[in-house]
């Protein structure tokens, strides 16, 4: 028998459900065994229920086009029965999210969830594996408050932050007080394409509902610290976004600038950012990328088209850096959203708490 995790993919059907079946195919880790999403997909065989909304730019893989949609609320016993753990990925109200999640945790079924309902659950960890691993710690009071033995609940942060906070949290040491980014972010962070959004073509749209607050937010989560089995935000630095959508399919890009408590120099920046390791790189996490950060030197990057896929999409482009008349430094990052920003960075969550037994087999 084969030693992989059987996973099941909660919204299989959207936009970051079908990148999670891209990245699933030979995963070395984790075998992709059922599908699920709502009534209206379930019981179709899954080409069946994505023709037409398809949305990779590659053909949907053979493992999957046969697997039965399950119906994740009517055929939970089925799906909790099949399954080690899952990922989840839905479009549906918060509260039904909080619940749907909360529900699979108790039937000890753990989730990874890209959705943002759980995201300020105090004892949920919100985790970028390359910035706070230290806060899967926190399951173990959550398991105390589900009474769960093996179920919990993990969710990766909203993919605008990771254009910039990765930057910031390299440079932690020069403590940053004072951060104003503004993101540019991708059409396909809404799970659209330019054929079902065409007003975006040629456009932009200063609105995206709720992105500012977490922007704004999620970064002082990560950067929190756990006190009595709850996350405690960090309360430093000051952040202040502006998000815009704009005519690009993939890719979140931030615009930053940023003053510090120590000012650093230019070249302890670029060394700091260059020579970022973690967790993931020393544990050779499957998805981890080998340079988590890379910093491009000419004034035209980083670029969507060019740079957007720096190690499979799970790594940050930075550049631009230099310094600014009103604030100590200015710099542009690029992160993929649907790559990193969403079902790559479940995955490498995933492959976390697997690599820290967070994760086992039900069999043992
Ligand atoms: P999407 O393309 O609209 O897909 C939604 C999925 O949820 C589909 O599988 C859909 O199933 C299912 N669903 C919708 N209503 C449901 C219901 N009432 N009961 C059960 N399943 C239901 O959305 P998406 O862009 O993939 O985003 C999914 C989640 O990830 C959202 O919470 C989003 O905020 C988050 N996220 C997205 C991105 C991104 O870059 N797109 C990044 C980070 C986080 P049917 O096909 O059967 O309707």
């Excluded at 992989?4 to 919204?11: A, D, E, F, P, W």
């Excluded at 959203?337 to 079902?343: E, H, I, P, S």
Aim: proline fraction near 7%.
């Amino acid at each position: 028998m084969s030693d992989k995790l059987r996973v099941g993919i909660l919204g299989a059907t959207g936009m970051v459900g079908q990148r999670f079946i891209l990245l699933l195919e030979n995963h070395p880790w984790f075998e992709p065994v059922l599908v699920a999403a709502s009534g209206r997909s379930a019981g179709k065989p899954y080409a069946e229920a994505v023709e037409g909304r398809w949305k990779m730019d590659v053909p949907t893989p053979e493992y999957v086009k046969d697997m039965p949609v399950y119906d994740m609320d009517a055929d939970f016993d089925k799906i909790c029965a099949s399954v080690d753990f899952v990922f989840c990925a839905v479009n549906m109200p918060k509260d039904q999210i909080k619940a749907l999640e909360e529900k699979y945790a108790k039937a000890e079924v753990p989730v990874v969830s890209n959705n943002s309902a759980n995201r300020w659950t105090p004892d949920v960890p919100m985790v970028v594996p390359e910035i706070n691993p230290e806060h899967l710690e926190v399951i173990e009071a959550q398991r105390k408050r589900l009474g769960t033995e093996r179920g919990f609940i993990c969710v990766k942060p909203n993919c605008s932050i990771q254009s910039y906070t990765p930057a910031l949290n390299a440079l932690k040491e020069f403590k940053p007080k004072l951060v104003v980014a503004t993101t540019y972010q991708a059409i396909s962070g809404a799970g659209k394409t330019f054929a079902q959004w065409p007003e975006m073509e040629g456009n932009i749209i200063p609105y995206i509902g709720g992105e500012e607050e977490k922007s704004e937010k999620e970064p002082l989560r990560l950067w929190g610290n756990i006190v009595d089995g709850k996350i405690v935000p960090a309360t430093e630095p000051v952040i202040t976004c502006q998000c815009i959508r704009v005519p690009v399919l993939n890719g979140h890009t931030a615009a930053v600038f940023v003053n510090f408590e120590k000012k650093p120099t230019k070249e302890q920046i670029i060394e700091a950012w260059r020579n970022y390791k973690a967790l993931p790189q020393e544990l050779d996490l499957p998805s981890a990328p080998e340079h988590f950060i890379q910093y491009l030197e000419d004034d035209d990057r980083p670029q969507v088209r060019l740079d957007v896929n720096f190690e499979n999409g799970m790594g940050i482009s930075l550049g631009r850096l230099r310094e600014d008349s009103v604030f100590d430094y200015k710099f542009v990052g690029l992160s993929h959203n649907t790559l990193r920003g969403a079902a790559g960075g479940a995955v490498e969550i995933a492959e976390l708490l697997r690599a820290k037994g967070y994760l086992v087999s039900k069999e043992g």
